[in-house]
């Protein structure tokens, strides 16, 4: 957890090498945070590397955990980490009598950074050797994963350093520098902001870190199946995000299946970047599907998919689901109504699933969700919600054209009131030349209460305006 006692070695850096690191960052004063020596880094990287089951933390995913992954490396996680990481609640959902299932919402948004991926974060910095940890790491990324290893590599004097590209959202790289991460803008694209990663790296000794799926870092996440399992008894099944990180699926899934193999886990991943659902198919991971709305999905997509995480996903999971994007925005609108949390996409996911009506076996169930994520920007939430009411026929838009006049726009007014519809916006436009004289086209758009309520403002409004016209979703 924070300690606001935490000091942090006074900074250097050569001007000469500014050209490295980007001088924009460098005149903002954002280069100030650690001193790196230049020195040989050879020698093994991790505490743990006598174990065989564990891999150094920037070996290629290409190397698969030996069997599976051991339910002792997840219980030694759990006891490393869970003075740095919290236990967040499992709580009982208001939503469990309108979907017939008892839910249970583990809260894993409310971590420090607002992702469950501290715990995983948090398991591989630990396992550093301490010559590693006085050279520092650094990551290329804006994700969640970037935000984890900002905040938890400084609580553990580590130095950090972020590169992210210069189209990342300002708010991503304004909170890892508040963590106390060094940010660089480097780059209009992830293979060119990673190469400038690797290149600092091999130039500085630092420990590159990517999301890969190595087995410390599959361990630290696997904890959220332990404190599952501990704080819902008898339980039937577990919801997880699944999508191309699907490092929580598999460890956590490890963790449950050993507890009891009776348990169902369940993944979830958008309908419209099923990469794990085809992989499956496939029998191998897919390294070829692109998405094309990054900023709404985050951490749900990305270009490749985990080998280890893969193969343990094949073995232990019970079932990959897709879900529209539709659902998933109205997911995020129950979070927002129900339990008074802004979730992003990959909080909502599990969630949307169970909304949707796809899994009708888990009736009468008793069900936990792992809501893992809340780091969604809020211009991007803003529209999101504004979609989700759409969806959710809890706005309306419609045209109508009227004679020019005062009265017979206070008419329609009068007639969304006795309705209990509320005018949200209404715009005028003179048709002078396009439609008769003296005649207005009014666009309206109104709040109703839910989908019953908008079909009887509807009728309303088509009986004393035959040539209305209804702007669909």
Known sequence: MANDHHTKRSPSINPERLKDFGEEEYLNGDIKTWEMKVVGCSETLLENAHDPTY?????????????LLRFEDISAAAFKIHCGVQKTPCLYSRLSK????DM?????????????????????LTALRQDQQRKGVIVASDSNFAMAVAYHATELHIPIFVIMSTNTCPMRGKMCREYGAMVILYGTTEKETQSHARRLAKENCYLYLEEEDSA???????TLGLEIYEQVPKLDAVIFPAGAHCGLLAGSAAALKHLNPHITVI????????????????????????CSNQRFYGDLVASSLGTNAFHLTKKLVDKVLTVRDEELL????????????????EGAVGLAA?????????????????????????????????RGLTLDHRVCKFIVQLPDGSTELSKLVELLS?????????????????????????????ATREKGHATQVRNALTERYPGIIWLER
């Open 354 to 386: 169970v909304l949707a009506g796809k899994l009708p076996e888990l009736k009468g169930k008793k069900v936990a969700i792992a809501i893992c994520s809340a780091n969604m920007d809020l211009p991007t939430l803003h529209q999101c919600v504004d």
């Open 330 to 345: 109205l997911a995020m609108l129950r979070f927002l109504e129900y339990e008074r949390a802004t979730v992003d996409a």
């Open 104 to 124: 249970y919402l583990k809260k894993e948004y409310l971590h420090y950074t607002g992702t469950v991926k501290e715990r995983g974060v948090l398991y591989l």
């Open 418 to 446: 006795r309705e209990e519809a509320r005018a949200q916006e209404i715009q005028q436009e003179h048709l002078f030349v396009t439609s008769d004289l003296f005649t207005v086209k009014v666009t309206c758009t109104v």
């Open 55 to 67: 891999q150094s933390a920037n070996q290629s995913t290409s190397q698969s955990i030996s069997g």
């Open 267 to 290: 993944g979830v991943e958008p309908e419209s970047f099923p990469i794990l659902q085809q992989s499956l198919k496939m029998g191998k991971p897919v390294t070829d599907l692109v």
């Open 98 to 101: 309108q979907y017939g299932m």
């Open 216 to 222: 410390l870092y599959l361990a630290g996440l696997g």
